[in-house]
């Protein structure tokens, strides 16, 4: 019974929607187009040259201190559990 009531309250909703009139709903404005006239200049740029050419690698970590909590996180073996 609930399923029945669901699936015509969807199909009511869905042909209200479908029933709204679009020519009332649209509002046309009138436009006025603008040219301009534009011209780009860019600088004269000079031939940089460099002395050599390195490749660095960056590592990203996500956390600062990632390398630290790693260093101060280790186990020895009298930390372990034993069973008595």
Do not use: C, W, Y
Not at 23 to 41: G, N, R, S, Y
């Amino acid at each position: 019974m609930k399923a029945i009531i669901t699936i015509i309250i969807v199909l009511l909703l869905g042909f209200t929607a479908q029933a709204q009139d679009q020519k009332a709903t649209t509002l046309e404005l009138p436009v006025q187009t603008v040219v301009l006239d534009v011209e780009i200049t860019t600088p004269a740029v000079e031939h940089i040259e460099t002395e050599e050419k390195t490749i660095e690698v960056a590592r990203l970590h996500k956390f600062r201190t990632s390398r630290v909590k790693k260093a101060l996180s280790f186990k020895t073996k009298k930390n372990r559990k034993m069973l008595a």
